[in-house]
T-cell receptor
Framework: DAGVTQSPTHLIKTRGQQVTLRCSPK?????VSWYQQALGQGPQFIFQYYEEEERQRGNFPDRFSGHQFPNYSSELNVNALLLGDSALYLC????????????FGPGTRLLVL | SQQGEEDPQALSIQEGENATMNCSYK?????LQWYRQNSGRGLVHLILIRSNEREKHSGRLRVTLDTSKKSSSLLITASRAADTASYFC???????????FGKGTHLIIQP
């Protein structure tokens, strides 16, 4: 039973560039959430996708956008990268209803220079 | 913004001792969860306690919840070197807005 997978593992970009991160949910899960974790901090909720729609969004600017595909996999896009976007980006999958136990992927570490 | 605050920020104990971490939060919750993170990688779900529960056990883990004080504690008994990690509490408000995490407690188990 495959868990949550993310790609790439690491990424280095320069300010102003755009980046796309990818996530495949745990088998049987159809809800995907994205979190940003800065160094020394807890994860912060970016948004959640269910049935290919953004269901809820945290306090992140429009530079952060996402997509969910019919196979439930998801992408996180960040435009006009800033130095402060350097962080670990975590994808988590869950069932759409009931208790929100999240299954996390290993994360993508993004460094913006 | 962070919902919860874990206390202490860091904890170092000897192998075999018990470790206790505390979490305080601000708003009403549907449930509270604890996660472990090793070396800045993905988080692993440890235990979930519902708002109408006061205590829950899972193996060497014991979680308590006091909704009147908006606080929770995680006890790890008979600690092992492999328990070295960061521990986060996360609250679920019941909506579709994901989990709200605290800043975590970094636990070091010394052999």
């Amino acid at each position: 039973d495959a868990g949550v997978t993310q790609s790439p593992t690491h990424l280095i970009k320069t300010r102003g560039q755009q980046v796309t991160l990818r996530c495949s949910p745990k088998s049987g899960h159809d809800t995907v959430s994205w979190y940003q974790q800065a160094l020394g901090q807890g994860p912060q909720f970016i948004f959640q996708y269910y049935e290919e729609e953004e269901r809820q969004r945290g306090n992140f600017p429009d530079r952060f956008s996402g997509h969910q595909f019919p196979n439930y996999s998801s992408e996180l896009n960040v435009n006009a990268l800033l130095l402060g976007d350097s962080a670990l980006y975590l994808c988590a999958s869950s069932l759409p209803t009931g208790e929100l136990t999240q299954y996390f992927g290993p994360g993508t570490r993004l460094l913006v220079l | 913004s962070q919902q919860g605050e874990e206390d202490p920020q860091a904890l170092s104990i000897q192998e075999g001792e018990n470790a206790t971490m505390n979490c305080s939060y601000k708003t009403s919750i549907n449930n509270l969860q604890w996660y472990r993170q090793n070396s800045g990688r993905g988080l692993v779900h440890l235990i979930l306690i519902r708002s109408n529960e006061r205590e829950k056990h899972s193996g060497r883990l014991r979680v308590t919840l006091d909704t009147s004080k908006k606080s929770s504690s995680l006890l790890i008994t008979a600690s092992r070197a492999a328990d070295t990690a960061s521990y986060f509490c996360a609250t679920d408000g019941g909506g579709a807005d994901g989990l709200t995490f605290g800043k975590g407690t970094h636990l070091i188990i010394q052999p």
